[in-house]
């Protein structure tokens, strides 16, 4: 079974500044996708990035970028230029490339803005 | 971007009673459904999946007979909690995907909170 670990259960950082959220995974599987999800207070799951598992360009969606590193099995999330509206909590997930559409979450990362 | 509703945004209920949650996809045909349950400051997990027209695929340790999902048609599936407990309180989101779309593409709600007292 695949496994999402996110080692932090909280970050911080100064606005306009950046920050990077990690997440792991374990698969066996060579084909996946990788997500992260943006889970403001409202609650709605927003996504945010993903990635394909067999494209070695990490993606990049303005000022979000990703850290793939799939022999590492790591995919971490870089935020540039944080914003106050960046403040959520921050779910790492993983989904089979094999039909399976089930995604795994990861526990989360809380992420604070300061002002 | 598609968008998919849940109804009611939260409800209390009585142990003992029944609670059905509704999940619409408002502008897409959602031929897959997915219900998560999250328990606060926990994550997302998936509870089953359910394709239009068939029953249920439940996750283990999920009781089907408790948490009973319809998908009776391409906008709509309910999960109903029966005989409510204390201890089913939590949020519930659902999340769709069409059968137009990409194969990793799936639109969450925004989250129905149940209380049971």
């Known amino acids: 079974a695949q496994t999402v670990t996110q080692s932090q259960p909280e970050m911080s950082v100064q606005e306009a500044e950046t920050v990077t959220l990690s997440c792991t995974y374990d698969?066996?599987?060579?084909?996946?996708?990788l997500f992260w999800y943006k889970q403001p207070p409202s609650r709605q799951m927003i996504l945010v990035i993903r990635?394909?598992?067999?494209?070695?360009q990490n993606a990049t969606e303005n000022r979000f970028s990703v850290n793939f590193q799939k022999a590492a099995k790591s995919f971490s999330l870089k935020i540039s230029d944080s914003q106050l509206g960046d403040a959520a909590m921050y779910f790492c997930?993983?989904?089979?490339?094999?039909?399976?559409?089930?995604?795994?979450f990861g526990t989360g990362t809380r992420l604070t803005i300061i002002p | 971007g598609a968008v998919v509703s849940q109804h009611p945004s939260w409800v209390i209920c009585k142990s003992g009673t029944s609670v059905k949650i509704e999940c619409r996809s408002l502008?897409?045909?959602?031929?897959?459904m997915f219900w998560y349950r999250q328990f606060p400051k926990q994550s997302l997990m998936l509870m089953a999946t359910?394709?239009?027209?068939?029953?249920?695929?439940?996750e283990q340790g999920v009781e089907k007979d408790k948490f009973l999902i319809n998908h009776a048609s391409l906008t709509l599936s309910t999960l109903t909690v029966t005989s409510a407990h204390p201890e089913d309180s939590s949020f519930y989101i659902c999340?769709?995907?069409?059968?137009?779309?990409?194969?990793?593409?799936?639109?969450f709600g925004p989250g129905t909170r149940l209380t049971v007292t």
């Open positions: 999340s769709a995907r069409g059968g137009g779309m990409t194969s990793y593409e799936q639109y």
């Open positions: 698969t066996s599987e060579s084909d996946y996708y």
């Open positions: 990635q394909e598992a067999y494209k070695q």
């Open positions: 997930a993983y989904r089979s490339g094999f039909g399976n559409e089930k995604l795994t």
């Open positions: 502008d897409f045909q959602a031929t897959t």
């Open positions: 359910s394709n239009e027209g068939s029953k249920a695929t439940y």
